[in-house]
């Protein structure tokens, strides 16, 4: 995806107003600059999102120094978060570590998990939280509720 973050961009500023600035950027195939209405005011959030039609283009505008209104515009490099699901988990009290929860989820496509620690003991207090990168397999232990003695609940 050839996209970037530009951010620093003032309050006040308006769409019409970036674009105009940036209109002898080549390549710039879309932006997004979001809003917010705050006591019936709109203002941007300070960053926007542009789309370029390549990434060589993309990568000369990531060379750029723009200014807007006497602030120095930060350009990043866009990259897309992945959505994961979380599962709080209770009852886990025979498992002290993060490996032990990880393994006991091995073969699942995991982003995270860890389990709460009493300070003074090191052991488990009986609850944790799994984060799983699929979908599926958060819907499966979510509609268990309850394998080998644990309990899963969804993490709000």
Known sequence: MNKVIVKNIPYDYSEDKLKNDLKNIIGIKNIFLPLRNT???ILTKGYCYITFDNEENMKNFMKEC???QDRIL???KYIEKIKTEKLFIINVINVNS???LNDIFSGYKLKK???CIHPDTNKSIGRGMVEFYDKKDY?????KKK???YI???FC
């Open 139 to 143: 819907d499966y232990f979510l509609s």
């Open 152 to 154: 899963f609940e969804k």
């Open 39 to 41: 006591s019936n005011v």
């Open 74 to 76: 930060r350009i990043e």
């Open 113 to 115: 998990c860890f389990i």
């Open 66 to 68: 723009i200014f807007c």
């Open 98 to 100: 993060q490996k032990e």
């Open 147 to 149: 394998i080998k003695n």
